[in-house]
């Protein structure tokens, strides 16, 4: 009992001194995003037997389509050369999923990644706009040019299906916002119309979890919620807030599991784990707080502490991997690179 205290207590004292940040509900802090929607528009990646100028050209003609289209505004092209540049690699090497995670560091809504192969009745175009953030995929319906010098026929077909893409965004982001302003009965309206037309959207639904957590409707979030869960299991914005979720409800040990899955991404940290444990002890769940705490620190630079990325992205880009070149170190018990 005088352990427990004394664990208790710790905590109770390391959050008294904690910023004011650490005390937020998940997602709180989360700043309000601007209504037009930012796109990063890659080449196609082109397979042997296409031109590769076609992919490029295609792209180029995407990104003049959409200066014209209300909504959406492309990331300069230059720009995007510029920060591809700065980590001393070549942009017609990256991956589709190297894109994706560059349009996460440029803070685009959406990236369009897509193949061209040649096909039985000329060059067959697989084309999709995901959201880097949660990895949701907007697909453009497969379909073929006869050759790969018809780039501007390709690109026209991309563009004509983008009125609906538009319309989902949209939702997505005003839904975002009026959660912001704590403007509730707005935001799940919009997250439905959003969730009608992308039925697997995981931020459609993290955002209806987080509309209903801050009505405290704690069982409808938990739906939300685990569906998200369900859908990417690695979604480390929806297992925190799942976690929170079934702490309020009084489901102490799938809090615990669910807040112990988070660790596994952020495991050298240890506000994290005391935010975790804090919150789990506010809710008298003291024997889970403990087990938090007493979660072994994994020894800075190993594996577990750098290789999981979360939301189901794979491991540090080659880019990020550059930059670790020196040994780590911890302080204030977080890992640091120098």
């Given at each position: 009992?005088?352990?427990?205290?004394?664990?208790?207590?710790?905590?109770?004292?390391?959050?008294?001194?904690?910023?004011?940040?650490?005390?937020?509900?998940?997602?709180?802090?989360?700043?309000?995003?601007?209504?037009?929607?930012?796109?990063?528009?890659?080449?196609?990646?082109?397979?042997?037997?296409?031109?590769?100028?076609?992919?490029?050209?295609?792209?180029?003609?995407?990104?003049?389509?959409?200066?014209?289209?209300?909504?959406?505004?492309?990331?300069?092209?230059?720009?995007?050369?510029?920060?591809?540049?700065?980590?001393?690699?070549?942009?017609?090497?990256?991956?589709?999923?190297?894109?994706?995670?560059?349009?996460?560091?440029?803070?685009?809504?959406l990236v369009m990644v897509g193949t061209?192969?040649?096909?039985?009745?000329?060059?067959?175009?697989?084309?999709?706009?995901?959201?880097?953030?949660?990895?949701?995929?907007?697909?453009?319906?497969?379909?073929?040019?006869?050759?790969?010098?018809?780039?501007?026929?390709?690109?026209?077909?991309?563009?004509?299906?983008?009125?609906?893409?538009?319309?989902?965004?949209?939702?997505?982001?005003?839904?975002?916002?009026?959660?912001?302003?704590?403007?509730?009965?707005?935001?799940?309206?919009?997250?439905?119309?959003?969730?009608?037309?992308?039925?697997?959207?995981?931020?459609?639904?993290?955002?209806?979890?987080?509309?209903?957590?801050?009505?405290?409707?704690?069982?409808?979030?938990?739906?939300?919620?685990?569906?998200?869960?369900?859908?990417?299991?690695?979604?480390?914005?929806?297992?925190?807030?799942?976690?929170?979720?079934?702490?309020?409800?009084?489901?102490?040990?799938?809090?615990?599991?669910?807040?112990?899955?988070?660790?596994?991404?952020?495991?050298?940290?240890?506000?994290?784990?005391?935010?975790?444990?804090?919150?789990?002890a506010t809710t008298e769940a003291f024997?889970?707080?403990?087990?938090?705490?007493?979660?072994?620190?994994?020894?800075?630079?190993?594996?577990?502490?750098?290789?999981?990325?979360?939301?189901?992205?794979?491991?540090?880009?080659?880019?990020?991997?550059?930059?670790?070149?020196?040994?780590?170190?911890?302080?204030?018990?977080?890992?640091?690179?120098?």
């Open positions: 009992m005088r352990h427990t205290r004394r664990v208790l207590t710790s905590i109770a004292v390391s959050v008294a001194v904690a910023l004011p940040g650490l005390l937020l509900r998940p997602g709180d802090g989360v700043a309000q995003s601007s209504s037009e929607i930012q796109v990063l528009v890659a080449p196609l990646t082109t397979a042997e037997g296409v031109d590769s100028k076609f992919g490029e050209k295609v792209a180029e003609e995407v990104r003049k389509a959409l200066d014209n289209f209300a909504g959406m505004v492309p990331l300069d092209w230059g720009d995007i050369r510029d920060q591809v540049k700065q980590y001393g690699l070549d942009w017609k090497t990256l991956t589709p999923i190297e894109w994706r995670q560059l349009g996460g560091r440029m803070q685009a809504n061209a192969q040649p096909g039985g009745s000329g060059v067959a175009v697989t084309v999709a706009f995901v959201d880097p953030r949660t990895g949701d995929e907007l697909p453009v319906d497969d379909f073929a040019v006869p050759d790969d010098k018809k780039h501007k026929e390709a690109a026209a077909h991309i563009t004509s299906g983008l009125e609906e893409q538009v319309g989902y965004q949209r939702s997505i982001v005003f839904c975002q916002e009026y959660l912001g302003s704590n403007q509730l009965d707005d935001a799940l309206r919009n997250c439905q119309s959003a969730l009608a037309v992308n039925p697997n959207s995981a931020r459609a639904l993290y955002l209806i979890g987080r509309v209903h957590m801050e009505a405290n409707d704690w069982s409808s979030a938990a739906t939300s919620l685990e569906r998200v869960v369900e859908l990417n299991p690695s979604n480390t914005e929806a297992l925190q807030s799942l976690a929170y979720t079934h702490a309020q409800l009084g489901n102490a040990q799938r809090s615990f599991e669910l807040y112990r899955e988070y660790l596994n991404f952020n495991p050298d940290d240890a506000d994290v784990r005391l935010n975790i444990a804090f919150k789990l024997a889970e707080a403990i087990a938090i705490e007493m979660i072994p620190m994994p020894p800075c630079g190993s594996i577990s502490a750098t290789s999981r990325s979360p939301r189901g992205r794979p491991g540090p880009m080659a880019w990020e991997r550059k930059r670790r070149r020196n040994r780590p170190c911890r302080i204030r018990n977080r890992c640091v690179w120098r």
